[in-house]
């Protein structure tokens, strides 16, 4: 194993991994998901590791061979969990923040500001429904791409966080189950809302609420269901 003592993050997960002699990651899970994390097993030169304070460049990775390829470690500055996002079983998840009113917050891991923005423009198909929101600390989209950004995400990741503020005052009736599309501040947490279109074909792995900057919010993580 690795020279130990290291403090090493998987950037595709954020655990705290391994690397093995030949400068592989080490398997490990992914606590909310049916998969191992995607790094499992790749030279972690070539999937980014972060590594933490201690004798760094003793420790080369071994295997590597002399060929072309560098010792490339590129300081790249992953955007930040904004400090909305909660930890879902210890975990950061890619997370969408849907609030009362406005556009609706988005984070996912391994991603630099500016790979957020351009990931983002991509789905969503224009520059003009995003936003960055300098005082959440993460990009914001116009509600209406809500579907797509949300079947986007869990293309690409096991699970996914997907948060509403909502009214624990606001009575859920024949207007709230009736609806069309996923815009709800029901007391029901959207539970009944449209009859639970709006998440068909996802399965709901757990569910939380808590504060959020004052008011109340439903988390829920997702998958695709089976
Ligand atoms: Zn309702
Ligand atoms: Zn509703």
Redesign the pocket.
Known sequence: MGGGGFNRTCLKCRNSIEVDQDGRVVAHDRPVSRFPCHASGQLAALVSVEWGPGPRRSQRIAGGGKGPRRDRRKRTEYLKPPEWLPNYQGERLPTIGLPAKGWFSVWFPAHTMWEHERKLSGWVGSDRSLRWDGHEKCWTVSSAHFPRVSRELLRRYPSVLIGREYNPRER?NSS?QN?QGFL???S?R?K???RGKWRSGWRTLGEFSGLRAGRPWHWMAVSVAD
């Open positions: 859920c709230c609806a709800c501040t029901c029901c959207a009944y809302h449209g």
